[in-house]
């Protein structure tokens, strides 16, 4: 079983490094270039928070982009958020379904593990890689704050953080139920189920009639703006978004041992 757990983070390695140079990088030049536009965000704040629906959507009528924790809510949050949340997509995506892809089932079954050894430890990298991604991300994005001097408002930054965890692995129980029923790697599935769940909660976020049903998108507890303005979570977004993680889990794990794999 620790075998097929460093096999996959190995695997997945460069993966993580290029996602985290890519998000981590534009998050952390976000926060410096902050410096260079601070004296024209006063103007820039109040034009789009008077902009209604749009200033609603990315949480500028909340938070002023004029100070860094706001300019970091709606820059930063939607880059980390979004990025993160693909990142954990299409690395479970075909977490599973690679190895009916490549043919390499019948060798990985004939180790001497059971299926849900098996399972279980390529759930793990997962979460590791998850993990990873946020750490490293994070202390970039602690060297911006040190860099520009700025004060770190530290609980609503540790609990919006703590959300995007849960957030992405969230999206990766989804995803790895979905690779547990796939023959073939489905990157654009993957991808998609994440551009879906981000754009129900922008429209869920400017449409009235949406406004109740925002927690069915895991975006909703875990929104940069909401947490860094309000210091709270949406708490029962987050209770159905934990339910919907195991049941995506239980899903994966009761079909791939079951199934018959293509060698």
Not at 37 to 42: H, I, L, R, S, V
Not at 46 to 71: C, H, K, R, V, W
Not at 210 to 219: A, C, E, G, V
Not at 222 to 250: F, H, M, Q, R, Y
Request: with cysteine.
């Amino acid at each position: 079983m620790i075998t097929i757990y460093k096999h996959e983070i190995k695997l997945s390695l460069k993966s993580l490094l290029i996602w985290f140079a890519c998000v981590g990088g534009m998050g952390f030049a976000c926060i410096l270039l902050y410096s260079s536009m601070k004296g024209d965000m006063a103007a820039m704040a109040e034009s789009f928070a008077s902009m209604g629906a749009f200033a609603d959507a990315f949480g500028m009528s909340q938070l002023s982009i004029a100070t860094l924790p706001g300019f970091y809510a709606t820059e930063v949050g939607t880059i980390h958020g979004l990025g993160g949340a693909m990142f954990a997509a299409i690395m479970s995506t075909c977490m599973l379904s690679k190895e009916e892809d490549a043919h390499t089932s019948e060798f990985l079954f004939s180790m001497p593990l059971s299926r849900t050894k098996i399972v279980f430890s390529k759930w793990c990298a997962i979460l590791t890689n998850i993990f990873a991604f946020n750490i490293l991300c994070v202390l970039l994005y602690v060297v911006g704050f040190v860099v520009q001097s700025e004060d770190i408002p530290v609980k609503e930054f540790v609990l919006y953080h703590g959300m995007q965890i849960i957030l992405q692995i969230e999206i990766a129980a989804i995803c790895y139920a979905i690779s547990a029923f796939m023959k073939k790697n489905k990157f654009g599935l993957g991808l998609g189920v994440v551009l879906l769940l981000y754009a129900y909660d922008l429209m869920a976020r400017v449409i009235p009639d949406l406004s109740d049903y925002k927690l069915i998108s895991p975006f909703s507890y875990a929104n940069a703006a909401d947490i860094l303005s309000t210091g709270k979570v949406e708490v029962s977004a987050l209770v159905l978004g934990v339910i919907i993680l195991v049941g995506s889990i239980v899903l994966a794990f009761s079909r791939f041992i079951r199934r018959d794999l293509a060698t």
